[in-house]
């Protein structure tokens, strides 16, 4: 392996994790009589396990996270060199990463101006709803409280973002969810044969105005806040269809509701701009991230608010009920905004999202080469280095791949030494699209060598 820790022994420590660690998103029935995968070391693009084997990373730590690659000694050092400084302090104080990393994305999110520091893209969700939560209240005497969420987007794990969850495999089991929490239409093109009266033309018009639909049907006075994610990641990679973010933001204004825009897959830099909704010439009012904001080298997320959002919550300093009352303990840390300083830079001097951009489209022409040879592919969809190639049976009537043979094609791919991903646990009868998202360092031969081990797995599991 690649790293400085000599001793290969790893059996020990492999006993340790099966006895005593609760892996997500997995069935553990099986490590009774097998082994989980432990992921050693990291360099660059690549990952090691607990065997030796080299593999080439496609997703970015599994979720779509470490976007400036492995092995960063400089993040690893800013960290470190904080931590010994000042570690910790609740939030109500500032610290000196906090305030320098707020004003470096501030400079990157014109219209934006005020960071709300917590440690998960989740937890940084619930603090954008709490936001219009308490702003329906302080000015609408509770009644304009209602969030709107999409069909397929994802905001979160705890029981407060799973109630915006437009994932129905992924809510199962966990209801009932909390109320003023309201579903709208996705704006899946690909698949709008599955949706009543979508139109051949104007599609994402079509689309959008849905969403305009459950406005009137709920009543615009109840309406706080549309959250979407700009490009929708677990439930299928699905970019967004033309002219829906325009009409989007139209509906918003309109109708005096707030624009909540969940950057937590798709911000620094994954789609090859700072921002995914920058892609779209949207102007929103709240903006999360999370992940690729340090990109994994500590637990940092943001809540960003416009200014008149922010004075909301001082308008009257004599109410002892006005102001934002919420905390995360570990937004506190300085670990977070140390690192993302460090991470910003990484992908400044290193042009990272010019990078993002000619190997996303090269990812993507492969990935449209292979749907020539592989009728299995449906669709090939993404922005940037953020990519999906759905897998149907039958390409004329669109019906989805079963996700068990999806899922050999992903584990042929780790065979190979490739990690892919796929959707998960996430739609029913819809978990069919292989994801992307390889870091942004990748070269061209890392992504013709992603590209090549889907084909190999293509042929393989399909015989094509």
Not at 201 to 216: C, H, K, P, R, S
Not at 239 to 259: A, F, H, M, N, S
Not at 286 to 296: D, E, L
């Amino acid at each position: 392996m690649d790293g400085t820790f000599k001793d290969n022994d790893y059996s020990k420590v492999v006993d340790a994790d099966r006895a005593h660690v609760w892996h997500h998103l997995i069935q553990h029935k099986g490590f009774e009589t097998g082994e989980p995968k432990m992921i050693i070391e990291g360099k660059g693009i690549h990952v090691w396990d607990q065997h030796g084997k080299k593999h080439t990373d496609a997703v970015s730590g599994g979720v779509w996270t470490v976007n400036v690659g492995y092995g960063r000694e400089s993040i690893a050092d800013a960290v470190r060199d904080q931590l010994v400084k000042m570690n910790f302090f609740g939030g109500t104080t500032g610290s000196i990463p906090g305030a320098l990393f707020a004003e470096k994305l501030i400079t990157k999110m014109p219209g934006m101006s005020r960071v709300y520091y917590a440690n998960s893209g989740s937890e940084a969700n619930e603090k954008g709803f709490k936001i219009v939560r308490q702003i329906a209240h302080k000015r609408y005497g509770g009644k304009k409280h209602k969030i709107l969420y999409r069909d397929r987007d994802y905001h979160g794990s705890t029981l407060a973002t799973m109630s915006a969850g437009g994932q129905d495999e992924r809510n199962a089991q966990y209801g009932p969810f909390a109320p003023g929490f309201i579903r709208v239409p996705h704006c899946m093109e690909y698949r709008k044969h599955e949706q009543d009266g979508a139109p051949e033309e104007n599609y994402g018009v079509w689309a959008a105005d849905q969403i305009e639909e459950v406005i009137l049907r709920e009543g615009a006075d109840t309406i706080g806040a549309l959250c979407l994610e700009p490009v929708t990641a677990g439930g299928g990679v699905i970019t967004p269809p033309e002219g829906y973010w325009e009409r989007v933001q139209e509906i918003c204004k309109k109708y005096d509701i707030l624009l909540h825009i969940d950057e937590v897959v798709c911000g620094v830099g994954r789609t090859g701009v700072w921002f995914g909704y920058q892609n779209y010439g949207i102007k929103p009012d709240i903006v999360t991230m999370a992940k690729g904001v340090a990109s994994g080298y500590a637990a940092i997320s943001c809540c960003v608010t416009t200014e008149e959002v922010f004075d909301m919550f001082k308008d009257n300093s004599s109410d002892p009920m006005n102001y934002f009352r919420d905390i995360s303990t570990f937004g506190g840390c300085t670990a977070g905004p140390a690192a993302a300083l460090e991470n910003m830079r990484i992908i400044e001097d290193e042009n990272l999202m010019a990078n993002t951009l000619t190997m996303g489209e090269r990812m993507m022409n492969n990935l449209h080469a292979l749907s020539e040879k592989h009728a299995v592919i449906g669709d090939v969809r993404g922005k940037g280095l953020f990519i999906g190639a759905e897998l149907v049976s039958d390409r004329a009537s669109k019906d989805a791949m079963d996700e068990k043979m999806v899922g050999a094609v992903v584990a042929d791919c780790m065979a190979q030494g490739v990690i892919i991903g796929a959707t998960n646990r996430s739609i029913p009868g819809r978990n069919n699209t292989l994801c992307f998202s390889p870091a942004l360092i990748a070269t061209a031969d890392d992504i013709d060598h992603i590209t090549d081990a889907v084909d190999g797995a293509l042929g393989r599991v399909f015989g094509s």
